[in-house]
């Protein structure tokens, strides 16, 4: 009797042993998956904001609007107004954040304010993505180095940028969150309109008619 007492001990002994080592994997095996998650997010992030850093400061200040008006907006007296429908309008049509030319009606900063759960993805070496979500805020800040937003518009926006993931091993809240303060560069309006409109005051641009068109000779 008392070798089988001892001998059910041990076995309990050895599964509780088995059990706590099978743990201690499975947490390891988690959290290695959650550093790699925490890892492409980080480089997904990166992108997606150098994506919406790329796009047009303004509504006033995109391609079409600087040739058709014939001027670059120097202050932003003509900026859009955080109370415009314009700002934040297109956060629900489908704005593609990894590759802005494929949804064109998105074409400056504040186009996206207010987007929640827009998909975006990090690719791998193999061929695979792992699939993310982003949420984007943007609101006009007085200076680079301020936090508190600005009610009026500004030459500074800033845009707060979070990664989040379905993956059960992701944490609850948000893997990632960013933010950066951009700044309106009026030779960056220039080039991206002479880019694909054409200089102003040409005639024959995909953009339309300039005001400021110089009368072939």
Do not use: W
Request: charged residues 20%.
């Amino acid at each position: 009797m008392p070798q089988s007492l001892l001998g059910l001990l041990a076995l309990t002994l050895a599964s509780l042993i088995s059990f706590n080592q099978q743990r201690v994997t499975q947490q390891s095996h988690k959290a290695t998956i959650r550093d790699e998650l925490e890892l492409a997010a980080a480089g997904t992030a990166q992108h997606v904001m150098e994506m919406i850093a790329a796009r047009s400061f303004d509504e006033a200040t995109t391609p079409e609007k600087v040739f058709r008006l014939g001027l670059i907006p120097v202050g932003a007296g003509s900026f859009t107004r955080t109370n415009d429908a314009e700002f934040g309008r297109y956060r629900n049509n489908g704005c593609d954040l990894m590759t802005p030319g494929n949804s064109m009606p998105c074409d400056d900063m504040d186009d996206l304010h207010g987007t929640r759960g827009a998909p975006v993805e990090a690719r791998l070496s193999d061929g695979r993505v792992l699939p993310f979500t982003a949420d984007v805020e943007v609101s006009y800040v007085t200076d680079p180095g301020s936090q508190t937003p600005s009610l009026v518009p500004t030459l500074h926006k800033r845009v707060d940028l979070t990664i989040n993931s379905e993956h059960a091993a992701a944490p609850i809240d948000a893997i990632v969150s960013i933010t950066r303060v951009v700044s309106y560069d009026p030779m960056k309006a220039d080039m991206d309109s002479e880019e694909r409109c054409g200089p102003i005051g040409t005639s024959g641009s995909p953009c339309g008619t300039s005001s400021s068109t110089i009368p072939a000779n």
